[in-house]
């Protein structure tokens, strides 16, 4: 069994800074890729940003340039600091981690429980 606990999310004026951290434990052997996504009411789980193991990144184009994704490989950490927020960018952020428990197991996408964003004056 893997667990994801992020941590960080909050209530934050638009042009502000918000940073979340996520950490997975249980059974983990290795994990390959890590994320972030983000929902809200009435549309899709998108990809906010990820990072490999070998730390080759990848973001959404409505936050390149303002977020930055980083990762632990040591403690299974991932983080996500998110500079200029905007009101769009409010949503329910989830950590999302691809894990094998075992070195005979598949990769397997892990999720945490979400954490609320909200970017208003």
């Known amino acids: 069994q893997v667990q994801l606990v992020e941590s960080g999310g909050g209530l934050v004026q638009p042009g502000r800074s918000l940073r979340l951290s996520c950490a997975a434990s249980g059974s983990i052997f290795s994990i390959s890729a890590m994320a972030w996504f983000r929902q809200t009411p009435g549309k899709q789980r998108e990809l906010v940003a990820d990072?490999?193991?070998?730390?080759?990144?990848n973001y959404a184009d409505s936050v390149k340039g303002r977020f930055t994704i980083s990762r632990d490989n040591a403690k299974n950490t991932v983080s996500l600091q998110m500079n200029s927020l905007k009101p769009e960018d409010t949503a329910i952020y989830y950590c999302?981690?691809?894990?094998?428990?075992?070195?005979?197991?598949?990769?397997?996408?892990?999720w945490g429980q979400g954490t609320q964003v909200t970017v208003s004056s």
């Open positions: 990072v490999r193991g070998g730390g080759r990144t």
């Open positions: 999302n981690a691809v894990v094998r428990t075992s070195i005979t197991s598949i990769f397997y996408p892990y």
